[in-house]
């Protein structure tokens, strides 16, 4: 069983660009638990590791490559830009990153 | 009028008793008064405008859209702060399908945030309520759409399935809730949640306009490489009611009695009224067997699907940012403004999801969490297939009782004694598999369902059997406040 601590909970809430308050702190702290309770039922079963993992809902799913047909779908910019919150001309406008 | 059936509004369309037009007002005019009940919608679309009725049979007949599928130059916020002005410039691969069998989008209905919930109470636009009883819920996340359609608005609405989000709304409001084959209807324009099982389906009253719809909004689409050609399943066609001989299983684990130590007056009532149904069944020559599955399987399926779906939605929704669409976050540099942006813009369950999914894909805990719980996600499935050899379809009762009252609800993971009652929709996206929820029952004045899953591309057995048990109940065409005990 993994212990589970606050400062985790923050850590991996932070690593994601969310901030969490104390009330949703506590309420992910149980909910680890109740999984990783899960998890270790799921340890017990019989050749566990043997199993490949399912990735996809339909075992015939086919993967094929798209012709080249050289055109190429775009969107206008100024169509893009219509959603943001902050750009100048044709370009999204953000504080410096590099100083 | 917008209370008919598809087929029935189609024919008076037709034969020129009621215009689109006039549909059209009324689904509109409808739409604020349940709007003002149920706080279903997050837009109506006022300027909708009567089409030409052609022999398509959803021409010129009003829908809904539920809120997390892309609408050009119409607002689509998956009910989220974050996406709260977001206008798409592209419609759904689904949605423009309807556009062009000349049905008309009337409004955008209400979700639990981005699909992630099951209560309908964490839309941004506030609580969704069950038109059927207004201090109750809808489930979630379709919640508005089946409130909608309950509600007669129209005869259907768009809804999508992650883990139920269709079928047990659809219970809790009286519908028919159907998620086809994964992958029959393209996922291109839906608001992605969880890559892996996401499947766009819809609400209707019966289920030959389930039929309809689906019908209409599928196709292979090279915009979804997950789409698979379907154009020689005529699902409404291929509708005749004849499931003699059809073999039917339902899991003793999920429905005797014995497994639910403290049974509730409630829950005795609607495994009762299942028992009923498979008896209306077995009266048509449908032959229902009693199949055991292992109990510490079942048990994992919660687990497995939070596992899953949160980690795939924390790589879904890293997009959202706030830089290059939605509201701009405070902040002194971007990673402040990102931050700003998601800590105000996500409601706090799905914070609380998002979190779970990031430290199950960390490095170190992918293979105990993430990879075992796709492992057991196979376990799960393969079992199934096992059974669909054998059997046509699994049948099973949705949820332990009637919709919950609002106040009662409990948004957490699950309690151990009804889980698998409460859970085990969520078979039916892990293995791709068409499912559909059809009303069975009345318990003290509130629907309940009853739920048919079968394996993949076998849409067309599942929906005859359920219409098959529809023609032989009392439920089919109910609006909210049509007791029908």
Sequence with gaps: MNNFTREMVDEYANKLLIGLTEEENKLVLKEFNIIDANMQLIEKFPDIKKIEPMTHALDSYEYEL??????????EIEDLLKNCGCYEEREIKVPRVIN | MTELSIEKLHNLLINGEISS???IKEAIAKSYEVQKKCNAFVTIIENAKAVEVTDNLLSGIPYGIKDNYSTKGILSTGSSNTLKNYIPIFDAT????????GAVAVNKTALDEFGMGGTGTTAHTGIIKNPWDLS???????SGSAAAVAAGVYPYALGSDTGDSIRKPAAFCGIVGYKPTYGMISRYGLFPFASSLDTCGVLTRNVKDAAIVVDAMKKQDEKDLTSWASKDMHLYESINGEVKGKKLFYIKEIV????????????????QIFKESLKKLEAQGVIIEEVSIDKELLKTIPSVYVCISCAEATSNMSNLTGIAFGPRGNGENIYEIMKNHRTVGFSPLIKRRFVIGSYILQKENQERYFVNAQRVRRLIVDRMKELFKKYDALILPVSKGVAPKLDELNDEINDESTVLLEEHLQIGNFGGFPSITIPNGMINKMPVGINITGNCFDDINVLNIAYALESQMNYKDMTAGDYRE
């Design chain 2, 256 to 271: 005797d009695e014995s497994n639910y130590p403290n049974i509730s007056e409630e829950l005795k009532k609607h495994l």
């Design chain 2, 136 to 142: 109750r819920t809808c489930a979630g996340s379709s």
């Design chain 2, 21 to 23: 037009e006039a549909l």
């Design chain 1, 66 to 75: 798209k012709e080249e047909t050289g055109e190429v779908e775009s969107i």
């Design chain 2, 94 to 101: 689904a949605v423009e399908q309807l556009k062009k069998a």
